[in-house]
């Protein structure tokens, strides 16, 4: 299907919930409610046929004198009250008996919709022969009578519909009805059902996002660099929470496509890195390879939880790249998505993993597909789910600096940490070893880095601080902030392996890898003039635009 990207929120529904009250003491099973003290009862969250808490109260707000045992014990099935609710119930009385006159009685429902319409039904029974008819007054935003009498009864209830008052809440006053004959004046409240409509709530929902292809995108986002093997555990979902789950290929791809759209439409929430290059294959060779089909799988997954799978990919083309994905889960849905030039379109499906823990996206061409090579995409993935506890714990450590960086006054190192389940960092540095501290920021702990833009307060004596709740990481040893200019540029000249082809992430490249081990110390910077495709020959003309920068020896810096 096609997903509506301005819907993803499921549409509001509206559902019908009861609730269900006995008073006395002879329990009834749940649902039922159960309020046994005639004096002074309260619950403060009434549990719905739903099984969902209702978050609505009930009190004794006016007392009963207590509680009769000798109602009916065969109720007509057809009211749906137990024997156990149609067998007790409140009474009060207008003569004196057992020390006590109660003419009247009263409980409260509170926590009630103020826009919303509850239906009651009142149940009450005592063995008798004479007339034992009691009046309850309903008081909410209007007021209703009602009458029943008790006298045997099993079959007989007493209905009536109201709004609550302004603040929320809905009276029910029982006193004895004008034929009610008994010499005492009792009357009797045995059990309710209280019938509304509701919206029940929205779960709140987490996200991972999944980018695949060589141009990172930002934390929250996952990157998947390696289209024949790539893999990530425990993957971080868009809250900052660390999940079970992981991402994997199994179905090897052809290789990574940059030609995707950079403009995509902001409503469906994919950033321009995310949409820009995908995982490609074909069924044509193409780059000495034919790969007909290429596949993902989301594994360690919550067999009784859904999840629903948004897909989007682009490439700039006027012909028909439509992809196929078969997605398999607890069942297999097909999905289908041209990608040529898309900016706005994508697919989803929601469905349970298999039995395995797993859910499969293999992608092929489309039946539509009218390329040659038969060209399909895989760009970007986002995969929603009921809000969960976050797992395996708590932890903060700082990576960066740890001791011995030499951090000139102006520029901007990156402050790092590696973090697990924590929303926000407090950063902080010191530049007398620890004895005061200065505030740097507070940002969130996903992104993993802080561009720092050096303070000027050159000292030998400098650490840098992290804290979250209880957890605080400090630098294990001093670092230099210095006043220092000078500057040492190393240009790395070379074709495709210096750019970064071949390398399982752009950060495991070989110039990369040399880059973060100079960062250590800010005087150091790799310019990386490698292009795929390019001879030294055609790069050196491009170094002729550097001929006025003043660069340092390699030898005389120790390199």
């Known amino acids: 299907m096609v997903y509506d990207h301005e819907n993803i929120d499921p549409p509001v529904t509206t559902s019908r919930d009861t609730l269900l009250v006995d008073f006395g003491n002879n329990l009834s099973p ?96 005592r063995d008798a022969t004479d007339n034992r008819e009691a009046q309850y007054i309903i008081a909410g935003a209007t007021t209703d009578t009602v009458y029943l009498d008790a006298a045997s009864n099993a079959s007989m209830v007493a209905s009536a519909a109201v709004y609550p008052n302004a603040e929320g809440m809905i009276t029910i006053t029982a006193s004895p009805g004008p034929n009610n004959t008994n010499g005492s004046g009792f009357y009797y409240l045995g059990a309710i059902k209280v019938s509304f409509d509701y919206t029940p709530p929205v779960p709140a929902l987490d996200t991972l996002l999944v980018d695949f292809g060589n141009n990172l995108s930002p934390a929250p986002w996952i990157n998947i660099t390696d289209p024949v093997a790539g893999q990530v555990a425990l993957m971080t979902n868009e809250n900052g929470a660390q999940t079970p789950y992981g991402i994997r290929i199994f179905d090897a791809f052809n290789n990574i496509n940059t030609a995707g759209t950079v403009t995509p439409d902001p409503t469906i929430d994919f950033p321009a890195t995310a949409t820009g290059d995908s995982f490609f294959g074909n069924i044509t060779e193409f780059g000495g390879q034919v790969q007909p089909t290429g596949g993902v799988e989301l594994y360690n997954m919550n067999t009784e939880k859904e999840y629903t799978l948004v897909l989007f990919a682009s490439r700039t083309a006027t012909d028909n790249r439509e992809a196929q994905y078969v997605v398999e889960g607890a069942v297999v849905d097909t999905l289908y998505l041209d990608a040529a030039s898309n900016t706005d379109s994508l697919v989803m499906t929601t469905l349970l993993p298999a039995a395995d823990g797993t859910i499969r996206v293999t992608a092929s061409p489309g039946p539509n597909n009218t390329n040659g090579s038969g060209f399909y995409y895989l760009g970007a993935m986002k995969v929603i789910y009921a809000e969960e506890e976050a797992f395996g714990g708590y932890s903060l450590a700082l990576t960066a600096p740890v001791g011995g960086e030499y951090w000139q006054v102006g520029k901007t190192p990156s402050i790092r940490w590696n973090s697990t389940n924590v929303d926000e960092v407090i950063l902080s540095y010191s530049t007398d070893n620890g004895d005061s501290w200065t505030a740097i920021d507070t940002v969130s702990a996903i992104a993993g880095a802080y561009p720092w833009t050096i303070p000027n307060t050159p000292s030998e004596q400098c650490l840098v601080r992290l804290s979250a709740d209880t957890l605080v990481s400090i630098s294990p040893e001093v670092f230099e902030i210095a006043d220092d200019s000078t500057v040492c540029r190393i240009v790395v000249l070379g074709s495709s392996t210096a750019e970064g082809t071949g390398a399982s992430s752009p950060d495991s490249s070989w110039v990369n890898r040399y880059r973060a081990s100079l960062s250590r110390n800010t005087r150091y910077e790799v310019v990386n003039l490698a292009r795929g495709g390019y001879t030294t020959f055609h790069i050196l003309q491009r170094v002729h635009r550097f001929h006025r920068v003043s660069m340092c020896s390699l030898t005389k810096n120790g390199i």
Do not use: C, H, K, R
């Open 30 to 125: 749940a649902p039922w409610n159960n309020v046994t003290d005639p004096v002074a009862g309260t619950l403060e969250d009434l549990l719905g046929v739903s099984g969902l808490p209702s978050g609505v109260s009930i009190q004794v707000t006016d007392a009963f004198n207590n509680i009769n045992t000798a109602g009916s014990q065969m109720p007509d099935p057809a009211i749906g009250f137990p024997a156990t609710a149609t067998g007790d119930s409140f009474f009060g009385n207008v003569a004196p008996f057992g020390g006590q006159q109660q003419p009247t009685g009263a409980v409260t429902l509170g926590n009630l919709a103020a826009d919303t319409e509850y239906a009651l039904d009142i149940f009450a029974s």
